[in-house]
């Protein structure tokens, strides 16, 4: 089984400043790992995926992530963030063999101060 | 990636009564998934829905407290049944796969008063 944490409940940035959400998982096999973000009174919505190749991975509105074998990592950026970033992030993982069941994290509610 | 319709959107409901959950994907799918996000918490899986067969629950989850319906490869229906307060959640149904990612419904907001 695989577990996925989220250390930081809350973040609070200044907009146009830097944030890293971090994720961290555990797993006896190798997983896949996602990142979700749900908007007030959305769905969740994919940002980016690794599945293999290169450990940086680009997603939509401009975030990226890396993944990080050795410190079973895969954190979250965003070099300067808006206020629409305004979001709860949730990060994701999924084993890489059959059951296809993603297990989440806890979640990080991302907030922009202007 | 596939585009899921889920209805209704939203409801507040009476505790003791039933409410059905819809979620219609613009494609084929081979499973479908449902999720409760309690409030301010994370997604826990429900169960996992293969059309032709009962449904898989997760642990904690029981099918007469929530039966499901698969009767072909695009449509699915999650009932909470007999609901009390502490049924209150967002629940979500999603489809996909590892290659595509998982598409998410917009979720149904629901309150037992």
């Known amino acids: 089984a695989q577990s996925v944490t989220q250390l930081d409940s809350q973040v609070p940035v200044f907009e146009e400043a830097p944030v890293e959400l971090r994720c961290n998982y555990s797993?006896?096999?190798?997983?896949?790992l996602f990142w979700y973000v749900q908007y007030p009174n959305q769905g969740l919505q994919l940002l980016l995926k690794?599945?293999?190749?290169?450990?940086l991975v680009k997603g939509i509105n401009g975030f990226e992530a890396e993944f990080n074998k050795s410190q079973t990592s895969f954190h979250l950026r965003k070099p300067s963030v808006h206020i629409s970033d305004t979001a709860e992030y949730f990060c994701?993982?999924?084993?890489?063999?059959?059951?296809?069941?993603?297990?989440f994290g806890t979640g990080t509610r991302l907030t922009i101060i202007p | 990636s596939a585009v899921i319709s889920q209805k209704p959107s939203r409801d507040i409901c009476q505790r003791g009564t039933s409410l059905t959950i819809q979620c219609q994907v613009d494609s084929q799918v081979t499973m479908m998934f449902w999720y409760r996000q309690q409030p301010g918490q994370s997604l826990t899986l429900i169960a996992t829905?293969?059309?032709?067969?009962?449904?898989?629950?997760e642990s904690g989850f029981v099918i007469d407290k929530f039966p499901i319906s698969r009767p072909n490869l695009t449509f699915s229906t999650l009932t909470v049944s007999n609901m009390s307060p502490e049924d209150s959640s967002i629940y979500l149904c999603?489809?996909?796969?590892?290659?595509?990612?998982?598409?998410f419904g917009s979720g149904t907001r629901l309150t037992v008063v």
């Open positions: 797993s006896s096999v190798s997983v896949y």
């Open positions: 999603s489809v996909g796969s590892t290659g595509a990612g998982y598409t």
């Open positions: 690794y599945l293999s190749g290169s450990t």
């Open positions: 994701a993982a999924l084993p890489n063999f059959g059951n296809e069941k993603l297990t």
């Open positions: 829905a293969n059309q032709g067969s009962e449904a898989t629950y």
